[in-house]
């Protein structure tokens, strides 16, 4: 029995298979970076479709005939921020208004 620290049933790692050990990087699973990668471009997307509904909005409120599009256009806005806010983790937004 090895209990008196003799250490007969561990393996023992040469210095060099250490170091070896010690610069091999664990890198991450292939469909977990995939799946963040649709995540940023959906929340690029997302992005782009509340600019151009801003500006849609702007212009169907300047006219005055297409109120109810603009209106449209607002909840829009309203969506694909939330799915910015959605895709991009909620742990990261709230940082910044969690008080110190």
Known sequence: MARNG???GLPRASSSSSNAAVRLRARGDPL???CRCFSFITS????????VNVL???RSFKNGS???DGIFRCYAVVIAF????AETE???????WKPD
């Open 90 to 96: 909620w742990g990261f937004i709230m940082k910044f």
């Open 6 to 8: 003799d250490g007969e």
């Open 32 to 34: 977990l970076i995939v």
């Open 82 to 85: 939330f799915v910015v806010v």
């Open 44 to 51: 690029l997307t997302a992005i782009l479709c509340i600019c």
């Open 66 to 68: 297409d109120v109810f």
């Open 56 to 58: 849609s909005a702007v």
